[in-house]
């Protein structure tokens, strides 16, 4: 039984190797004319390190994602004291505030950095399914897509929380004004 077990592993790498060398052959010219297996493979490497780095714990994206969720954290914190009619901080109304400027920057690059990269995994053309090397080009252009997605997701929140910030500033400040607007009478009924 362990024999026989052998040989089937054996003929499944020999198989799997035959799936991925023909896979490699093809994939010399799928894609953007002009590149070679040689650039394409260099793409690759570039857009798999760069992720691997971006996405690392120290890595910019890592940054980005975690100073958004201390902002979402603390707007949170901000809403759930205003429902409970505690969203005074020393006697000063606390606001949700934008993120900073340097944070959107950041989304940005990286934005365009990813960009750059979905194209170019797009340009490597669309490899047989079941080989390896399809499964990492696939995976890669999925992670990604997600990183995109969710950068895109974040700037969205961003801008909504700031939208309703603002409404809830302006009903604010309409209820001030209808509580000091004073009532038109004739003068003579004041006494």
Known sequence: MVDRNEILVQLEIEETGKINAAALKRWKDLGT????????????????????IL????????????????????????????????GLEDDELVFLE?????????????????????DHLKNLGTLDSGSSLA????????????????????AQIERDAMSMEAEWIKSMNDDVLDEDTPVAGAIWRSR
């Open 33 to 52: 004319l002009g590149w070679g297996l040689e650039e394409k493979i260099q793409i690759l490497d570039e857009v798999i390190s760069g992720v691997w």
């Open 98 to 118: 934008e993120l900073d400027a340097g944070w959107k920057d950041d989304c940005l690059v990286l934005v365009r950095k990813l960009e750059s990269w979905r």
């Open 135 to 154: 499964i990492v080009v696939d995976g890669c252009r999925s992670l990604v897509s997600g990183m995109l997605t969710e950068l895109n997701v974040m």
């Open 55 to 86: 996405g690392d714990s120290g890595g910019k994206y890592g940054r980005v994602v975690r100073r958004f969720e201390r902002w979402l954290t603390g707007c949170q914190d901000i809403l759930e004291a205003r429902a409970h009619n505690e």
